[in-house]
């Protein structure tokens, strides 16, 4: 079988460039290949179900700007197509003094980003909006939503699908290597891709592999000296005697010496109200189990300079993630941060995810995403929250580097 193009990875991010590529040249075929026997089966499936405002990110920068681009397609997107979705708000709350530096800057940030109703909240005015959290001053944000990421993801497969009879998903189909042909010029030259199933060649390759993102790309053969380190998040979930204590989203200020955005309340599309993530370590990239182990994993995470790097960076945030981790009376000292009434009674353990962050080697985890192009092929290297939110966006972004790269042309 030999196709135009192959995706590889059937998460959000390979099912947007999947349905913008399909919808804008019809003619071309397409395979998406995905590792599981379904489609965002890791990190899509596994995050927290929020579209960001595009907040937090530095202006200019590709997360900032597909961040907010994303965010108005994916809203109109659902909207189209039935996707389960509430631009419900969200409110980031302050609860000391130390705090408010931090949060101007935010606000200022989200102010050159154009956030829109992005406004300042007085104590009192937090409480009208959340009545059960305790702060001192706090930001509204109403265009943060929330909206089921996974039914996304298989209606921009299947809308993809339905535009050319001879593009196809292959799912459980994991691709073990890649083998270019030896002609002579780049328009004629093809990749073989060899999974543990079949063997599919396509002229045009686009690797969006999450958690595998490193390794797919050594395979294809481009030099990076980066690796990705996984960082799984748990959750505890709200009990039913809890949940009133929630009505929409509810963040904290985050600290800026740490890479992670803090532990949050997250009304979720089903009514279920999600507490996390916490961020630790994992040994093992797509474990979600506190216990789960890949010695490969592993020994590519604690062989690389820039784990060790991170690690000393943050030993303090680290042991404290790790301690809160096997602790539910720990985490929930951290909730009554922001909300001071919940008790032992009020939570219990949920699901978890794991993160992937193609981490530099003196340890930095800030990276902007990072697309870039290697012979035949683009290659998403970096592509962690707000991916999901910016799905649609980054597709196009993907859409515009191959008619650059690719010279793909409409057919009349």
Request: glycine share 8%.
């Amino acid at each position: 079988m030999t196709f135009d193009i192959a995706i590889i990875g059937g998460g959000i991010v390979g099912a947007a460039t999947f349905y913008k590529m399909q919808k804008k040249y019809p003619h071309l075929k397409i395979a998406l290949i995905e590792k599981e026997d379904q489609l965002a089966d890791h990190q899509t499936g596994h995050n927290s179900g929020v579209i960001h405002s595009g907040l937090y990110y530095k202006p200019g920068s590709l997360k900032a700007k597909n961040c907010i681009e994303g965010r108005h397609e994916l809203v109109a997107f659902a909207k189209e197509h039935g996707i389960e979705h509430d631009v419900c708000g969200k409110v980031v709350v302050a609860v000391d003094e130390s705090e408010l530096e931090n949060m101007e800057r935010i606000y200022n940030i989200g102010l050159e980003n154009k956030i829109e109703g992005l406004k300042k909240l007085t104590a009192e005015e937090i409480k009208e909006h959340e009545p059960h959290v305790e702060g001192i001053a706090g930001l509204l944000v109403p265009c943060t939503g929330i909206i089921d990421f996974v039914g996304a993801t298989k209606k921009m497969v299947e809308l993809a699908l339905s535009m050319q009879a001879e593009s196809k998903l292959f799912l459980s189909c994991e691709v073990v290597d890649i083998q270019k042909d030896s002609k002579s010029t780049d328009e004629e030259a093809t990749s073989k891709i060899i999974t543990n199933k079949e063997s599919l060649e396509a002229k045009h390759l686009v690797f969006c592999a999450g958690l595998q993102a490193d390794r797919l790309a050594k395979k294809d053969g481009v030099k990076l000296k980066e690796k990705v380190v996984g960082f799984r998040g748990d959750y505890y979930e709200l009990t039913e005697q809890g949940k009133h204590k929630v009505k929409h989203l509810i963040y904290p200020v985050p600290n800026p010496d740490f890479p992670f955005l803090g532990v949050h309340f997250t009304r979720m599309t089903n009514g279920d109200i999600e507490c996390g993530p916490n961020a630790v370590f994992t040994f093992k990239r797509e474990g979600y189990g506190k216990t789960d182990f890949s010695f490969r994993d592993t020994w590519d995470a604690l062989t690389y300079r820039g784990t060790w790097k991170l690690f000393f960076k943050n030993m303090k945030f680290g042991i404290n993630e790790y301690r809160r981790a096997f602790s539910k009376k720990l985490f929930l000292k951290t909730l009554q941060r922001l909300i001071p009434s919940l008790t032992m009674d009020d939570i219990e353990p949920g699901r978890a995810g794991v993160r992937a962050l193609l981490l530099r080697q003196d340890g930095d985890t800030r990276d902007d995403f990072r697309i870039e192009y290697h012979e035949n092929a683009i290659h998403v290297l970096n592509a962690p929250s707000p991916a999901a939110t910016a799905s649609l966006a980054i597709g196009g972004y993907i859409v515009e580097k191959a008619e650059e790269k690719f010279g793909l042309k409409i057919k009349n």
